[in-house]
């Protein structure tokens, strides 16, 4: 129960970080319709995941199925590592530590 309570806090704070993040990207004019368009993206994807767990437990066992949702998870950490590190390699080589203008 400790590692179930462990991952729903993470699952959270990554939720609210990527809305703080997605907020602060937005200019004002839009923020409203790409958080509503945002939300309803999260609940689209939430109710086909649900039904995919459904009719995957025909199928296969839970456990399975938990390794399965997993891996997106792991798909989308991997690349945004990635990204980070071009982009610390990038900043790296431009002079002035990738500051522009004085």
């Given at each position: 129960m400790v590692l179930l309570a462990v991952a729903f806090g993470v699952f959270q704070w990554a939720?609210?970080?990527?809305?703080?993040?997605?907020?602060?990207?937005?200019?004002d004019r839009a923020r409203a319709t790409v958080s509503s368009l945002s939300g309803f993206g999260a609940e689209v994807i939430g109710v086909l995941l649900c039904a995919?767990?459904?009719?995957?437990?025909?199928?296969?066992?839970?456990?399975?199925?938990?390794?399965?949702?997993?891996?997106?998870?792991?798909?989308?950490?991997?690349v945004l590592r990635i990204r980070a590190f071009r982009h610390r390699r990038r900043t790296r080589r431009?002079?002035?530590?990738?500051?522009?203008g004085p």
């Open positions: 939720m609210v970080t990527c809305d703080a993040l997605l907020q602060d990207r937005v200019t995919g767990y459904g009719l995957g437990s025909r199928i296969w066992e839970h456990s399975t199925l938990f390794v399965l949702a997993a891996v997106p998870y792991l798909l989308i950490a991997l431009t002079p002035g530590g990738g500051r522009s």
